[in-house]
């Protein structure tokens, strides 16, 4: 599996710790910065990480930023992409397996790396169960990406 990953000056340092905990089990990682603590802004690592899940380069993406919020915010605001932010492992599986969410969103100012390394490994472990009312649900946010949301 390929995952594409980024942060902004908030995040960085978390983001290097879980680079390297992705490379060392085997993952393939796309790291889109941000590459030093100057600061930098969030949205514009939500874009480079939806557009690489958007072209299938990747097939999951991580964004951190200090809460996890703002990138979470910036990520839905493109078609296909279903970010959360999760700071327990239990919601990082279930919005996997429930809600096919395909960006994980952490706080570097919430979670130790530790804890982050659990979350991510939930993340990445869980595949969407596909179950009728799930997919139903799918559908409903589609055609509200559909109806409201402009193509490229």
């Keep these: ?8 000056h908030g995040g960085y340092h978390l ?6 905990f992705l490379r060392d ?9 941000a590459h030093t603590e100057e600061p930098s802004d969030y949205p514009d690592f939500a874009r480079l990480v939806a557009e690489r899940i958007s072209t299938g380069e990747a097939s999951r993406g991580i964004l951190i ?10 990520a839905n605001k493109f ?3 279903r970010a959360s932010v999760c700071h ?12 096919a969410m395909n960006v994980l969103c952490l706080g570097a100012r919430i979670v130790g790396e530790e804890l982050a390394k659990e979350i991510v490994s939930a993340y990445l472990k869980a595949e969407f169960k596909g179950l009728e ?15 409201w949301m402009k193509r490229d």
Excluded: N
């Excluded at 983001?15 to 390297?20: A, L, P, Q, R």
């Excluded at 930023?65 to 910036?74: L, P, Y």
């Excluded at 327990?88 to 809600?99: K, L």
């Design 1 to 8: 599996m390929k995952i594409v990953i980024g942060a902004d």
């Design 15 to 20: 983001k290097e710790v879980i680079v390297g």
């Design 25 to 33: 089990s085997g993952y393939e990682v796309i790291d889109i910065g």
């Design 65 to 74: 930023c200090g809460s996890g919020v703002g990138t979470s915010v910036a």
């Design 79 to 81: 078609r296909g992409i």
């Design 88 to 99: 327990d492992t239990y919601s990082a599986h279930q919005g996997v397996e429930d809600d």
């Design 133 to 147: 009312r799930y997919r139903r649900r799918l559908a409903k946010i589609e055609e509200v990406e559909e109806r």
